[in-house]
């Protein structure tokens, strides 16, 4: 591939029209490659005890993906049933993302047997879309993939739902600005979002053009975040980042010391050539790392590990600071024989180039915390966080300095508010006070719901009772029910006091506190 195509084709990576490339029952296809079966043996891969994927053949007998295992077997008898393997799946698909990443560098995979990719640079390459979609077809073919499907788009989701329509070695492409249109008659199934479409079709909504049809902030008052994220999808609309995939990159250094030692500076100073020569291996390969693993392992073959984040990247101090570290919270109980470093994040160097006003901590500021680290501890220097959680207290943390947030902020939390968040937050929450038009304690339902329509509510204890202009929830949590003694049932109402202060009240244990308020 000619250098002037690659820069076409990383160019356009955002903002332009999408391709998107499927191929059909990826999973049993993967299984091929470790199991030897016939074309026409029904062939079904299953997770979780139900059906992930079937061959057409097996579809031809009746199995349909989210079968039981029982129910599969009783339509088709001779079925040949396989355990997924995940695993297995990259490791077959690998081989089709480097061919075409060869042919388009920036290639983002959706999921093993699906890749999507921004076409606009490689189409304006070659001349047209259906001559790019051509070739990628064709060089798939060589590779011995006889089944696949292509669709282009303005967006990735419309362009995978082309794809599923198109015939076996054909392509379908949605005109510019057409994806809308396309969309409407589809059926809401096509979110693969099991729960939002039992909703919407309990609402009679049955198509994606009618879900389409729904004011963009009613949805997301009724359906949150991600109902938004499906409507705009159906609207053909979607703003999802095009991230590309990135070759992974083998990096490793280890350290076998003929001599077991036993203090940490002994070990440091053995390791020192091997780390320099792994940083140096990482700046010819134009890498930065942000995260590693340090493997240690004593004379009796035990070894303990543990993951460091930087907030920059390492360099070669960086690294051998960490082994110190790490050693001095872990005193092994035997010599030290040997030290493994693994990079966990590896990034482009570029990633990490200073903004034009020098936004990022400069090296100075690394260097100088990383020194206090040194001497008073790992916890003795760090910064506020953002960090997952429900309530609006247990999502600001502090973070050591150069460790990521101990809860990821993007992991599913039922029960969270949802934004805004309060600006004020009670380090321990108040008493407070709601009630219903009748003066009566308000409480919560078996089934989540509050027992009365909150009227007055007093959110300080030594506040005044105060009637409730609006409010909101409640939105329900629990917490550790497998654990008998630890279960916690909080449920948080977003209030508006007549005087225009707004609260997040919680009740748990039959009592009311406010957590926070909206300043």
Not at 131 to 140: D, K, N, R, T
Not at 202 to 224: C, I, K, Q, S, Y
Not at 483 to 500: K, L, S
């Amino acid at each position: 591939m000619t250098a002037s195509l690659a820069s076409a084709t990383l160019a356009h990576t955002e903002g332009s029209r999408r391709l998107v490339l499927w191929c059909p029952d990826w999973p049993v296809r993967a299984a091929a490659t470790s199991i030897s079966f016939g074309e026409r043996v029904p062939v079904a891969v299953f997770a979780a005890g139900r059906v992930h994927a079937c061959s057409a053949t097996a579809r031809r007998a009746g199995v349909r993906r989210g079968l039981r295992t029982r129910e599969a077997q009783a339509r088709c008898p001779d079925l040949l049933v396989l355990q997924h393997d995940p695993a297995l799946d990259e490791r077959a698909f690998a081989p089709l993302v480097a061919a075409v990443t060869e042919l388009a560098p920036a290639v983002q995979v959706l999921r093993p047997g699906t890749l999507a990719l921004p076409i606009t640079g490689v189409a304006r390459y070659h001349g047209d879309e259906t001559v790019a979609a051509a070739l990628l077809a064709e060089c798939l073919v060589g590779l011995g993939i006889d089944d696949l499907r292509i669709g282009i788009a303005d967006a990735t989701f419309t362009a995978e739902q082309a794809a599923r329509l198109a015939a076996a070695q054909e392509w379908r492409v949605i005109p510019p600005g057409g994806d809308a249109h396309f969309l409407a008659p589809l059926p809401v199934s096509c979110l693969a979002r099991p729960e939002l479409e039992s909703l919407l079709r309990r609402l009679g909504l049955r198509t994606l053009g009618e879900f389409a049809g729904l004011d963009e902030h009613d949805v997301h008052h009724r359906f949150g975040p991600d109902g938004l994220a499906a409507h705009r999808q159906a609207s053909g609309t979607e703003a999802t980042p095009f991230v590309a995939h990135r070759p992974p990159h083998e990096h490793e250094t280890s350290v076998h010391l003929d001599t077991p030692l036993r203090r940490a500076e002994q070990v440091v100073m053995s390791s020192k050539e091997a780390v320099i020569t792994l940083i140096r291996e990482l700046d010819r390969a134009r890498l930065a790392c942000t995260a590693a693993w340090i493997e240690v392992g004593d004379d009796e073959g035990r070894v303990t590990e543990r993951r460091w984040a930087h907030p920059g990247c390492f360099d070669a101090h960086d690294l051998l600071d960490r082994i110190r570290w790490q050693l001095d919270a872990e005193p092994p109980a035997s010599p030290v024989v040997s030290v493994r470093i693994v990079p966990d994040e590896l990034i482009p160097a570029g990633d990490l180039a200073e903004g034009l006003w020098g936004e990022r901590a400069g090296p100075h500021v690394q260097r100088a915390a990383s020194a206090v680290q040194g001497m008073l501890g790992r916890s003795a220097i760090g910064t506020a966080a953002l960090a997952g959680g429900r309530a609006p207290g247990e999502r600001q943390v502090f973070v050591p300095w150069g460790d990521a947030p101990p809860r990821s902020v993007a992991a599913p939390w039922p029960g969270h508010v949802p934004p805004p968040q309060p600006a004020t937050v009670y380090p321990q929450p108040r008493e407070a006070s709601l009630q219903d038009a009748r003066g009566e304690n308000i409480a919560l339902t078996e089934r989540g719901a509050l027992t009365a329509t909150p009227t007055h509510c007093r959110p300080q204890a030594d506040g005044p009772m105060l009637p409730v202009t609006a409010w909101a929830g409640p939105w329900e949590s629990e917490q550790r029910w497998w654990a008998p003694g630890e279960t916690r049932r909080v449920a948080r109402v977003q209030i508006v006091a007549v005087d225009g202060s707004a609260w997040l009240l919680a009740l748990e244990g039959g009592r009311w506190w406010t957590e926070a308020r909206y300043d």
